[in-house]
Protein backbone atom coordinates (compact mmCIF):
# COMPACT_ATOMS: atom_id res chain seq x y z
CA UNK A 1 0.00 0.00 0.00
CA UNK A 2 2.70 2.49 1.13
CA UNK A 3 4.45 2.11 -3.07
CA UNK A 4 0.69 2.72 -3.87
CA UNK A 5 0.40 6.02 -2.59
CA UNK A 6 4.20 7.17 -3.07
CA UNK A 7 3.47 6.73 -6.70
CA UNK A 8 0.32 8.79 -6.26
CA UNK A 9 1.67 11.34 -4.71
CA UNK A 10 4.76 11.46 -7.36
CA UNK A 11 2.56 11.54 -9.97
CA UNK A 12 0.57 14.36 -8.75
CA UNK A 13 3.61 16.50 -7.78
CA UNK A 14 4.21 15.82 -12.07
CA UNK A 15 1.60 17.32 -12.77
CA UNK A 16 1.57 20.20 -10.54
CA UNK A 17 4.66 20.99 -11.80
CA UNK A 18 3.80 20.85 -15.36
CA UNK A 19 0.84 23.21 -14.94
CA UNK A 20 3.07 25.44 -13.51
CA UNK A 21 1.37 25.76 -10.02
CA UNK A 22 3.48 27.17 -7.21
CA UNK A 23 2.50 26.36 -3.22
CA UNK A 24 0.03 23.73 -4.12
CA UNK A 25 -2.06 21.59 -1.38
CA UNK A 26 -4.38 18.57 -2.37
CA UNK A 27 -7.34 17.16 -0.46
CA UNK A 28 -9.45 14.38 -1.86
CA UNK A 29 -12.74 15.23 -3.22
CA UNK A 30 -15.66 12.72 -2.88
CA UNK A 31 -18.44 11.86 -5.97
CA UNK A 32 -15.70 10.27 -8.09
CA UNK A 33 -16.79 6.25 -9.78
CA UNK A 34 -14.03 5.99 -11.88
CA UNK A 35 -11.66 8.51 -11.56
CA UNK A 36 -9.77 9.95 -8.18
CA UNK A 37 -10.56 13.34 -8.14
CA UNK A 38 -8.80 15.79 -5.98
CA UNK A 39 -9.25 19.61 -5.10
CA UNK A 40 -5.77 21.68 -5.37
CA UNK A 41 -5.53 25.15 -4.06
CA UNK A 42 -2.19 27.07 -4.95
CA UNK A 43 -1.41 30.71 -5.39
CA UNK A 44 -2.86 30.57 -8.72
CA UNK A 45 -6.11 28.99 -8.07
CA UNK A 46 -8.58 26.37 -7.21
CA UNK A 47 -8.30 23.64 -9.42
CA UNK A 48 -9.64 20.20 -9.59
CA UNK A 49 -7.51 17.30 -10.11
CA UNK A 50 -8.76 13.93 -11.91
CA UNK A 51 -6.19 10.58 -12.43
CA UNK A 52 -7.40 7.57 -14.10
CA UNK A 53 -7.35 4.28 -12.86
CA UNK A 54 -4.51 3.10 -14.61
CA UNK A 55 -5.47 -1.24 -15.77
CA UNK A 56 -8.83 -1.21 -13.81
CA UNK A 57 -11.17 -3.79 -15.54
CA UNK A 58 -14.06 -1.52 -17.17
CA UNK A 59 -15.96 -1.27 -20.21
CA UNK A 60 -15.03 -0.89 -23.67
CA UNK A 61 -16.04 2.84 -23.89
CA UNK A 62 -13.71 3.59 -21.20
CA UNK A 63 -10.77 4.08 -22.51
CA UNK A 64 -8.98 7.43 -22.96
CA UNK A 65 -11.63 8.79 -21.15
CA UNK A 66 -9.38 11.62 -19.76
CA UNK A 67 -8.26 12.81 -23.52
CA UNK A 68 -12.28 12.85 -23.67
CA UNK A 69 -12.80 14.90 -20.91
CA UNK A 70 -10.21 17.52 -22.29
CA UNK A 71 -11.96 17.69 -25.51
CA UNK A 72 -15.02 18.49 -24.12
CA UNK A 73 -13.56 20.86 -21.56
CA UNK A 74 -11.66 22.90 -24.58
CA UNK A 75 -15.02 23.01 -26.20
CA UNK A 76 -17.53 23.22 -24.15
CA UNK A 77 -16.29 26.10 -21.72
CA UNK A 78 -16.07 28.41 -24.78
CA UNK A 79 -19.57 28.26 -24.53
CA UNK A 80 -21.19 27.56 -21.12
CA UNK A 81 -19.93 26.90 -17.44
CA UNK A 82 -17.18 24.43 -18.26
CA UNK A 83 -14.51 23.94 -16.39
CA UNK A 84 -11.18 25.16 -18.27
CA UNK A 85 -7.80 22.74 -19.01
CA UNK A 86 -4.61 23.68 -17.38
CA UNK A 87 -3.09 20.52 -18.25
CA UNK A 88 -4.27 17.08 -19.17
CA UNK A 89 -2.76 14.00 -20.86
CA UNK A 90 -3.51 9.98 -21.25
CA UNK A 91 -3.90 9.47 -17.35
CA UNK A 92 -4.95 12.84 -16.08
CA UNK A 93 -6.56 16.43 -16.35
CA UNK A 94 -6.39 19.28 -14.26
CA UNK A 95 -8.94 21.81 -14.49
CA UNK A 96 -10.19 25.14 -12.64
CA UNK A 97 -12.28 24.54 -9.73
CA UNK A 98 -15.96 26.10 -10.71
CA UNK A 99 -18.27 27.90 -8.14
CA UNK A 100 -20.99 25.57 -6.27
CA UNK A 101 -22.10 22.65 -5.64
CA UNK A 102 -24.07 19.37 -6.82
CA UNK A 103 -27.44 20.12 -7.03
CA UNK A 104 -28.09 16.96 -6.24
CA UNK A 105 -30.29 16.66 -3.00
CA UNK A 106 -30.44 19.81 -2.57
CA UNK A 107 -33.27 21.97 -1.48
CA UNK A 108 -31.88 25.46 -1.04
CA UNK A 109 -31.83 26.00 -5.08
CA UNK A 110 -34.89 27.71 -6.93
CA UNK A 111 -34.96 24.38 -9.23
CA UNK A 112 -37.06 25.89 -11.80
CA UNK A 113 -34.56 28.54 -12.43
CA UNK A 114 -31.48 26.01 -12.54
CA UNK A 115 -33.46 23.93 -14.64
CA UNK A 116 -34.04 27.35 -17.22
CA UNK A 117 -30.30 28.27 -17.12
CA UNK A 118 -29.59 24.49 -17.77
CA UNK A 119 -31.59 24.54 -21.21
CA UNK A 120 -29.80 27.26 -22.27
CA UNK A 121 -26.37 26.01 -21.07
CA UNK A 122 -27.10 22.23 -22.93
CA UNK A 123 -28.52 24.34 -26.32
CA UNK A 124 -24.95 25.92 -26.45
CA UNK A 125 -23.14 23.13 -26.23
CA UNK A 126 -25.14 20.90 -28.66
CA UNK A 127 -24.37 23.44 -31.23
CA UNK A 128 -20.63 22.98 -31.10
CA UNK A 129 -20.41 20.64 -34.28
CA UNK A 130 -18.05 17.46 -34.32
CA UNK A 131 -15.83 16.19 -37.33
CA UNK A 132 -18.12 12.78 -36.84
CA UNK A 133 -19.91 10.52 -35.12
CA UNK A 134 -18.97 8.73 -31.97
CA UNK A 135 -16.82 8.36 -29.12
CA UNK A 136 -13.88 10.45 -29.94
CA UNK A 137 -11.46 8.30 -28.25
CA UNK A 138 -12.64 5.33 -30.03
CA UNK A 139 -12.88 6.60 -33.63
CA UNK A 140 -15.85 8.45 -35.08
CA UNK A 141 -18.35 7.53 -38.10
CA UNK A 142 -19.86 8.94 -40.70
CA UNK A 143 -23.19 8.39 -39.90
CA UNK A 144 -24.87 8.36 -36.34
CA UNK A 145 -26.62 5.37 -37.30
CA UNK A 146 -23.42 3.30 -37.78
CA UNK A 147 -22.11 5.00 -34.67
CA UNK A 148 -24.78 4.39 -31.89
CA UNK A 149 -25.47 0.75 -33.04
CA UNK A 150 -21.88 0.31 -33.02
CA UNK A 151 -22.09 1.73 -29.13
CA UNK A 152 -24.70 -0.11 -28.41
CA UNK A 153 -23.49 -3.53 -29.74
CA UNK A 154 -19.98 -2.78 -27.26
CA UNK A 155 -21.73 -2.59 -24.17
CA UNK A 156 -24.01 -6.30 -25.59
CA UNK A 157 -20.37 -7.49 -25.79
CA UNK A 158 -19.05 -6.46 -22.51
CA UNK A 159 -22.55 -7.66 -20.79
CA UNK A 160 -20.97 -11.10 -22.09
CA UNK A 161 -17.54 -10.43 -20.87
CA UNK A 162 -18.82 -9.50 -17.34
CA UNK A 163 -21.72 -11.98 -17.30
CA UNK A 164 -24.45 -9.88 -17.34
CA UNK A 165 -28.10 -11.05 -18.86
CA UNK A 166 -29.35 -8.18 -21.06
CA UNK A 167 -33.09 -7.44 -22.60
CA UNK A 168 -32.62 -5.94 -25.89
CA UNK A 169 -34.14 -4.79 -28.70
CA UNK A 170 -33.68 -4.81 -32.34
CA UNK A 171 -32.48 -1.21 -33.04
CA UNK A 172 -32.42 -1.74 -36.52
CA UNK A 173 -36.32 -1.23 -36.87
CA UNK A 174 -36.22 1.90 -36.35
CA UNK A 175 -32.91 2.52 -38.25
CA UNK A 176 -34.79 5.52 -40.26
CA UNK A 177 -35.36 7.70 -37.09
CA UNK A 178 -31.49 7.67 -36.51
CA UNK A 179 -31.13 8.14 -39.61
CA UNK A 180 -32.23 11.45 -39.50
CA UNK A 181 -29.73 12.79 -37.34
CA UNK A 182 -27.21 14.53 -39.81
CA UNK A 183 -25.46 17.04 -37.22
CA UNK A 184 -22.90 15.67 -34.94
CA UNK A 185 -23.66 17.70 -31.78
CA UNK A 186 -21.36 17.87 -28.71
CA UNK A 187 -23.15 15.41 -25.86
CA UNK A 188 -22.06 15.45 -22.57
CA UNK A 189 -24.37 12.41 -22.02
CA UNK A 190 -23.95 12.06 -17.98
CA UNK A 191 -25.42 15.15 -16.91
CA UNK A 192 -27.24 14.20 -13.92
CA UNK A 193 -27.26 16.12 -10.76
CA UNK A 194 -24.78 15.18 -9.42
CA UNK A 195 -22.97 16.44 -12.86
CA UNK A 196 -24.80 19.86 -12.57
CA UNK A 197 -23.13 22.93 -9.91
CA UNK A 198 -25.19 26.00 -8.84
CA UNK A 199 -24.92 28.76 -5.83
CA UNK A 200 -27.92 31.26 -6.52
CA UNK A 201 -27.77 29.88 -10.29
CA UNK A 202 -26.32 27.31 -12.36
CA UNK A 203 -22.48 27.49 -12.13
CA UNK A 204 -21.06 24.23 -13.65
CA UNK A 205 -21.25 21.11 -16.13
CA UNK A 206 -18.88 18.85 -14.71
CA UNK A 207 -16.98 15.10 -15.81
CA UNK A 208 -17.61 15.50 -19.26
CA UNK A 209 -15.39 11.98 -19.90
CA UNK A 210 -18.25 10.24 -21.36
CA UNK A 211 -18.95 12.74 -24.17
CA UNK A 212 -19.56 11.71 -27.29
CA UNK A 213 -20.15 13.54 -31.03
CA UNK A 214 -23.81 12.46 -31.72
CA UNK A 215 -27.94 13.24 -31.28
CA UNK A 216 -28.68 15.91 -28.92
CA UNK A 217 -31.84 13.61 -28.00
CA UNK A 218 -29.49 11.91 -25.60
CA UNK A 219 -28.76 14.21 -23.48
CA UNK A 220 -32.14 14.34 -22.27
CA UNK A 221 -31.28 10.64 -20.34
CA UNK A 222 -29.51 11.61 -17.74
CA UNK A 223 -30.96 15.18 -17.50
CA UNK A 224 -34.25 13.26 -16.52
CA UNK A 225 -32.35 10.25 -14.74
CA UNK A 226 -35.50 7.54 -14.03
CA UNK A 227 -38.04 10.36 -15.33
CA UNK A 228 -39.15 11.75 -18.55
CA UNK A 229 -37.74 15.06 -19.60
CA UNK A 230 -40.89 15.79 -20.88
CA UNK A 231 -42.32 16.51 -17.71
CA UNK A 232 -39.60 18.97 -17.24
CA UNK A 233 -41.23 21.95 -18.67
CA UNK A 234 -38.67 25.05 -17.45
CA UNK A 235 -35.63 23.00 -19.12
CA UNK A 236 -37.70 22.26 -22.52
CA UNK A 237 -39.03 25.75 -22.89
CA UNK A 238 -35.37 27.32 -22.33
CA UNK A 239 -33.53 24.69 -24.79
CA UNK A 240 -36.30 25.38 -27.56
CA UNK A 241 -36.94 21.37 -28.00
CA UNK A 242 -40.00 20.02 -29.55
CA UNK A 243 -40.53 16.27 -29.40
CA UNK A 244 -42.04 13.99 -32.14
CA UNK A 245 -42.45 10.34 -32.90
CA UNK A 246 -38.80 9.69 -34.06
CA UNK A 247 -37.42 11.89 -31.48
CA UNK A 248 -39.28 9.78 -28.88
CA UNK A 249 -38.15 6.86 -30.20
CA UNK A 250 -34.61 7.72 -30.51
CA UNK A 251 -34.96 8.57 -26.24
CA UNK A 252 -35.88 5.18 -25.44
CA UNK A 253 -33.04 4.18 -27.43
CA UNK A 254 -30.68 6.00 -25.49
CA UNK A 255 -32.52 5.30 -22.34
CA UNK A 256 -31.74 1.43 -22.92
CA UNK A 257 -27.94 1.80 -23.74
CA UNK A 258 -27.85 4.34 -20.43
CA UNK A 259 -29.46 1.76 -18.59
CA UNK A 260 -27.37 -1.23 -20.10
CA UNK A 261 -24.27 0.96 -19.03
CA UNK A 262 -25.50 1.22 -15.62
CA UNK A 263 -26.36 -2.61 -15.19
CA UNK A 264 -23.07 -3.49 -16.46
CA UNK A 265 -20.78 -1.57 -14.89
CA UNK A 266 -21.75 -2.81 -11.66
CA UNK A 267 -19.74 -6.02 -12.46
CA UNK A 268 -16.35 -4.28 -12.32
CA UNK A 269 -17.33 -1.65 -9.76
CA UNK A 270 -18.30 -3.98 -7.39
CA UNK A 271 -22.02 -2.77 -6.81
CA UNK A 272 -23.81 -5.36 -4.90
CA UNK A 273 -27.22 -2.53 -4.33
CA UNK A 274 -30.52 -5.16 -5.32
CA UNK A 275 -32.77 -1.61 -5.40
CA UNK A 276 -30.67 0.20 -7.75
CA UNK A 277 -30.19 -2.78 -9.61
CA UNK A 278 -34.36 -3.23 -9.44
CA UNK A 279 -34.62 0.66 -10.32
CA UNK A 280 -31.93 0.17 -13.58
CA UNK A 281 -33.99 -2.89 -14.36
CA UNK A 282 -37.26 -1.34 -14.33
CA UNK A 283 -36.26 1.74 -16.39
CA UNK A 284 -34.78 -0.35 -19.00
CA UNK A 285 -37.22 -2.25 -19.36
CA UNK A 286 -40.00 0.30 -19.53
CA UNK A 287 -37.76 2.04 -22.74
CA UNK A 288 -37.05 -1.22 -24.17
CA UNK A 289 -41.25 -1.63 -24.35
CA UNK A 290 -41.20 1.28 -26.11
CA UNK A 291 -38.86 0.20 -29.44
CA UNK A 292 -40.98 -3.10 -29.17
Not at 6 to 30: D, H, N, Y
Not at 31 to 36: A, E, H, V
Not at 154 to 161: M, W
Request: hydrophobic share 45%; aromatic share 10%; with cysteine.
Amino acid sequence: MHSIITLAEVTVQRILTAAGLTGATTSPLGGGTYNSVFRVSAREGEFVLKLAPGDQPGLTYERHLMRTEALFCTLGSKVAPVPEVVYADDAALLATCLPGTPVFGRSDVDRPQIRRELGAAVRALHEVTGPGFGYPQLGLHETWTEAFFRMFDAVRADAQRYGVTLPTADLSRHAQAFDEVQRPALVHFDLWDGNILADTGLTGLVDGERAFWGDPVAEFVSLALFESIEDDEHFLTSYGFEFTGSARLRLAAYQAYLYSIMLVERVPRGSTDPALESMITGALTRALGVLA
